[in-house]
């Protein structure tokens, strides 16, 4: 029973009203509405069906938990993307302490500089990936994603898999929005030539 | 203001313009996690109270913050004391109306009770009971009425004597915790 709320046509804002209020039928709207997105997100970051959903499912644990904490002046996208991103970026540090410079340096103020000082991810494309996962990853273009630097694969997942402008982005990853269009412009590139070579 | 380093010469303006890897990634789509991922969520979640729950939760926070144990016997002895000043104001007032209502069928219940509870039942008890009722007032030497006064006005005194000689000085809000 929803005592006359229509969930499904509700706005974010509403419904994490409601999940303020302690309706478990908000909570799951919740998660109904966010779980492909923010699975999709972490699991083309990290790259491992079993890690991405922990990761994922620590995601929702962590905003849910905290939902009194929501302002409605921000958007609920941005902070579950937010959190989901961070969780996918320190899981990747974890496992390889390489990347701890995956951001560049840390008084790096520009995107060159910043790709100047940072480290490449190692050709993820060569790891063995189990046959589920050679399926739902092994196409040209996710090969190509996967073979990203995680900072230009997330703009590239939020742009143009979750529709989000680039002020979103630059809000969700704390960038400035002229490194959020930069990122994009250079890894529409990359993907472009990766996709090139993978053709021939 | 957000500072805003980056300005590549080669950025276009709109990034966006490439058809063809446009197409490329408009095939990209989301991937979906195990059956049940909603219920595990969900089952781990601290679903909060309902509003109302918690507004009276933090109504009865207020009204208890600050709550001793001495408050609480100040409390328990003060209700003690009214409550045995009313039964002998009342008592004293309504003398005949009692008494008519005693002498018409109270007496006979007592009686009764007495008798087929108590003395039949707790005879150890009703023997204690009286065996103090009788010292009481051989001691006292007063009628019931002003012992009942007697009795809840030394509670009370001594409530608040106690509740005076144990209370902690107030705290001065010095600078080191205005600071925190």
Not at chain 1, 20 to 39: S, T
Not at chain 2, 84 to 105: K, P
Not at chain 2, 145 to 170: D, K, N, S
Request: glycine share 8%.
């Amino acid at each position: 029973m929803t005592g006359g709320w229509d969930l499904a046509a509700a706005s974010d804002q509403q419904i994490v009203a409601w999940a303020q209020d302690g309706a478990e039928l908000a909570f799951r709207e919740l998660v109904r509405r966010y779980q492909r997105p923010v699975f999709s997100l972490i699991y083309r970051m990290v790259r491992d069906r079993e890690t991405a959903e922990d990761l994922a499912q620590e995601t929702f644990i962590k905003v849910l938990n905290a939902i009194d904490s929501y302002r409605p002046e921000h958007k609920f996208s941005s902070w579950i993307f937010k959190i989901a991103n961070n969780a996918a970026i320190d899981h990747l540090r974890r496992r390889d302490p390489d990347l701890l410079s995956l951001d560049g340096a840390p008084d790096a103020v520009s995107a060159d500089r910043q790709e100047a000082t940072s480290l490449q991810v190692r050709d993820l494309g060569e790891s063995p990936l189990d046959e589920l996962q050679a399926r739902e990853l092994g196409s040209h273009i996710e090969t190509a994603i996967a073979r990203l630097r995680p900072e230009y694969r997330a703009c590239i997942m939020l742009r143009h898999v979750e529709g989000r402008a680039y002020e979103e982005i630059a809000a969700i990853l704390d960038l400035p929005l002229g490194t959020v269009k930069t990122y994009i412009h250079r890894a529409r590139a990359e993907l472009r030539d990766m996709l090139g070579s993978l053709r021939d | 203001m957000t500072r805003d380093p980056v300005q590549d010469p080669n950025a276009p303006r709109i990034p966006d313009d490439d058809p063809e890897t446009d197409r490329l990634l408009a095939g990209v789509g989301r991937f979906s996690p195990q059956r049940g991922f909603e219920d595990r969520v969900v089952g781990r979640v601290r679903v909060p109270p309902p509003h109302w729950v918690r507004s009276l939760r933090d109504q009865v926070r207020g009204l208890t913050s600050g709550v001793t144990g001495w408050t609480v016997l100040a409390t328990f002895s003060l209700a003690t004391a009214a409550a045995w000043a009313s039964v002998a104001v009342v008592g004293a007032r309504y003398t005949t109306e009692i008494g008519a209502v005693w002498s018409q069928g109270g007496r006979q219940l007592v009686r009764v009770l007495r008798q087929d509870v108590l003395e039949r039942l707790f005879p150890v008890l009703a023997s204690v009971g009286t065996g103090i009722g009788e010292w009481l007032r051989s001691v006292v030497g007063l009628d019931m009425q002003t012992a009942a006064i007697g009795y809840g006005a030394v509670i009370l005194v001594c409530a608040v004597a106690l509740r005076w000689l144990t209370a902690e000085p107030h705290k001065t809000r010095g600078p080191v915790d205005a600071a925190s």
